[in-house]
């Protein structure tokens, strides 16, 4: 049963990169089919997607955070990572890790991490 | 300020049923799937639908989903105390080129 597991601290102070890792258990991050996540959730909101990337390491981002966001993927830790640079108090989120599924046509968000709280504050 | 617009909440009886909506635009759910994700209290979202009406594995057929034009709509039936949740719909948007959600409806089973 796949598996995915957020970490990283859980405080960050303002104008500081946060940084959180994924780990993927029960499947290989290199499957074709796969793209691998970040979305995040501010208390009380909606769900924001950050980015995704491939086990190639090709990524894409949300164009409203793009300059500020990194994915990167070590496969061979079955593990892809994210930094967010000069982070605010709107950045204070629950993060999520997710395994998107993708064919020709469509793609969904399959399996979901558990999610970390990151809070931003001096 | 979402891209998909959802309701901020629906309300039903036990054993009745409710259904969400879920209003885009072309560029994204007129031309693309959409998916819905269930998140239980205090836990992550679970895929609940995809490619508008698919249901994974495990998932009731009391959930179902549809898609018409720029909407997409979850349906409930059989409403239990256990389905009170938020409830979110998810799609690509091919202008934006970025994955977007709505802003989640919270179920409550009266």
């Known amino acids: 049963q796949l598996q995915l597991l957020e970490s990283g601290p859980g405080l960050v102070k303002p104008s500081e990169t946060l940084s959180l890792s994924c780990t993927v258990s029960?499947?290989?991050?290199?499957?074709?089919?796969?793209?691998w996540g970040w979305i995040r959730q501010p208390p009380g909101k909606g769900l924001e997607w950050i980015a995704n990337?491939?086990?190639?390491?090709?990524?894409y981002y949300n164009p409203s955070l793009k300059s500020r966001v990194t994915m990167s993927v070590d496969t061979s830790k079955n593990q892809f990572s994210l930094r967010l640079s000069s982070v605010t108090a709107a950045d204070t989120a629950v993060y999520y890790c997710?395994?998107?599924?993708?064919?020709?046509?469509?793609?969904?968000?399959?399996?979901w991490g558990q999610g970390t709280l990151v809070t931003v504050s001096s | 300020q979402s891209v998909l617009t959802q309701p901020p909440s629906v309300s039903a009886a036990p054993g009745q049923k409710v259904t969400i909506s879920c209003s885009g635009s072309s560029s994204n759910i007129g031309n693309n799937y959409v998916s819905w994700y269930q998140q239980l209290p205090g836990t992550a979202p679970k895929l609940l639908i995809y490619?508008?009406?698919k249901r994974p594995s495990g998932i009731p057929d009391r959930f179902s989903g549809s898609k018409s034009g720029t909407s997409g709509t979850l349906g409930i039936t059989g409403l239990q105390t256990g389905d009170e949740a938020d409830y979110h719909c998810g799609t690509w948007d091919s202008s934006l080129s970025a994955e977007v959600f709505g802003g989640g409806t919270k179920l409550t089973v009266l």
């Open positions: 029960g499947g290989s991050i290199s499957g074709s089919a796969y793209y």
């Open positions: 990337i491939y086990y190639t390491g090709s990524t």
């Open positions: 490619d508008n009406n």
């Open positions: 997710a395994r998107r599924t993708t064919t020709v046509v469509s793609s969904w968000f399959d399996t």
